[in-house]
């Protein structure tokens, strides 16, 4: 019998706006209705791509390091993790994902769009996330969220102009692939959100059973 491919769901947005917040709770709702279910994050995922996390939230680096770690970490990730999941039917809910890399190493570190691009289709020509929440968050209410809540990582305490060219290259993702991801205002509340995510969910888990 062919299994059918798992869809890939990622989710992405500014620090701060809500996403770790979803992760568990969408993976339990999918598990609900039955879906097998892996929950995953980037960069990590993996115990190298985890180590690589540490030096990258970390460590100054030069910015093509940067987006090269963010790359070896998700190929690592991809390769002995997403992938496998994903062809035995198990769907993968990734806590950020390449959109990252274009709104941070390309707009935020203003590396620019086309070396992402070259090494997107260095790692993964052939594959997309089937959807892409996109947690969308003022500057001012972002802050808020994260001060109190842990110490503030290497991107965290960037300044303003690097969240506003950050979040900018999400709007445009966003804008350039309408389909395929759902922008949800994060400054709603946890419940508001949960319920427009759960239709999404349950929608996404009706087309994959007739496709
Ligand atoms: N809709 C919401 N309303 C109020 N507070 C929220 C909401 N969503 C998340 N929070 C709170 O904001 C803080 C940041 O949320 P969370 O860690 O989920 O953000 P994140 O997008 O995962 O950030 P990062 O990119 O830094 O990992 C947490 O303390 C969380 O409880
Ligand atoms: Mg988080």
């Known amino acids: 019998m062919k299994t059918t491919r798992g869809r890939f769901l990622?989710?992405?947005?500014?620090?701060g706006a809500g996403k770790s917040t979803h992760l568990e709770w969408a993976a339990e709702h999918l598990r609900q209705l039955g879906i097998p279910v892996l929950l995953t994050?980037?960069?990590?995922?993996?115990?190298l791509g985890e180590?690589?996390?540490?030096?990258?939230l970390s460590t100054p680096?030069?910015?093509e390091t940067e987006a090269l770690l963010m790359f070896a970490a998700r190929?690592?990730?991809?390769?002995?993790?997403?992938?496998?999941?994903?062809?035995?039917?198990?769907?993968v809910v990734c806590d950020r994902f390449t959109d990252a890399s274009f709104a941070y190493q390309g707009a935020g570190r203003e590396l620019g769009t086309a070396r992402i691009k070259a090494l997107q289709q260095w790692v993964h020509p052939n594959l997309q996330p089937d959807r892409t929440w996109l947690f969308?968050?003022?500057?001012?209410?972002?802050?808020?969220?994260?001060?109190?809540s842990r110490d503030l990582d290497r991107f965290e305490r960037e300044d303003a102009a690097f969240f506003t060219r950050?979040?900018?290259?999400?709007?445009?993702?966003?804008?350039?692939?309408?389909?395929?991801?759902?922008?949800?205002?994060?400054s709603q509340s946890i419940e508001a959100i949960r319920d427009e995510?759960?239709?999404d969910l349950d929608r996404l888990a009706r087309s994959s059973s007739i496709s």
Do not use: K
């Open 136 to 148: 969308d968050l003022d500057l001012g209410t972002a802050r808020q969220r994260m001060t109190g």
């Open 51 to 56: 180590r690589l996390r540490e030096i990258l």
């Open 75 to 91: 190929c690592e990730h991809l390769r002995t993790t997403i992938e496998p999941a994903l062809a035995q039917g198990t769907w």
């Open 197 to 199: 995510l759960g239709v």
């Open 166 to 186: 950050t979040r900018g290259a999400y709007h445009q993702l966003a804008q350039n692939e309408p389909s395929r991801f759902l922008v949800i205002d994060a």
């Open 61 to 63: 680096m030069a910015l």
């Open 41 to 47: 994050r980037e960069p990590g995922g993996t115990p």
């Open 10 to 15: 990622t989710l992405e947005g500014v620090d």
